[in-house]
């Protein structure tokens, strides 16, 4: 168990580009969740996947964000258009959901955007 | 989720016991108190968790009053590798569990 992964770890980037993140979470989670962070402030929820359902998201999840699960393994957050504001640490989670498992959400190093 | 107030930082002294508070007024019966921490630009890790009875593992104890309106983290002998921010939140658990609602946390220093 390798734990959860992020690539890239930083991204830099002009504002108006797009940018795309990964998430590899632990092997069989069911679940997998993102976060952002800005500087300062706790992880603020973004939107979370059971499998490749998509069951909530957040109001901050503007319409130039999109994310997926396609296979139910790995996920993609992908940005359009950036924006300087969208300058944060994007953090991924995942959870299992299985009978006896610890049901905890394992956090993943995160990819840290700068948009200029 | 219900929200969690933490004072915005502590200090302790290295090897003594670091006592972090957490307010949780508004839980419900079936949300569970658990506490991460992050180090510096590092993503949170999860510490421990509890419903009302204490817990401890090989990394802290949490305590939970009675009402369940309030719990302590216990780091029961700090060091420098514990300065970090952490997080209290409430939340359901199980399979009906989704997000988890972070507030500013605490941020606490050790200090040599």
């Known amino acids: 168990d390798t734990g959860v992964s992020q690539d890239p770890r930083h991204k830099i980037t002009k504002r108006g580009q797009n940018v795309t993140f990964r998430c590899d979470p632990i092997?069989?989670?069911?679940?997998l969740y993102w976060y952002r962070q800005t500087l300062g402030q706790g992880p603020e929820f973004l939107t979370y996947f059971q499998n490749e359902a998509q069951l909530e998201k957040s109001r901050l999840l503007s319409d130039r964000f999109s994310a997926e699960r396609p296979k139910g393994s790995f996920s993609t957050l992908e940005i359009q258009r950036t924006e300087q504001g969208d300058s944060a640490m994007y953090l991924c989670?995942?959870?299992?959901?299985?009978?006896?498992?610890?049901?905890?959400?394992?956090f993943g190093p995160g990819t840290r955007l700068t948009v200029t | 989720d219900a929200k969690t107030t933490q004072p915005p930082s502590m200090d302790c002294a290295e090897g003594r016991a670091a006592n972090l508070p957490c307010n949780h007024s508004t839980i419900s019966g079936n949300e569970y108190v658990y506490w991460y921490r992050q180090i510096h630009s590092q993503g949170p890790q999860y510490i421990i968790h509890?419903?009302?009875n204490n817990e401890t593992n090989e990394m802290a104890s949490l305590i939970i009053t009675e009402d369940r309106k309030s719990s302590t983290l216990i780091l029961p002998h700090a060091t420098l590798r514990d300065t970090a921010v952490y997080y209290c939140?409430?939340?359901?658990?199980?399979?009906?569990?989704?997000?988890?609602?972070f507030g500013d946390g605490t941020t606490l220093t050790v200090k040599p």
């Open positions: 939140i409430v939340r359901v658990r199980g399979t009906n569990a989704g997000k988890s609602t």
């Open positions: 989670a995942s959870s299992s959901l299985k009978t006896g498992s610890s049901y905890e959400q394992y």
């Open positions: 092997s069989e989670h069911n679940r």
């Open positions: 509890g419903l009302k």
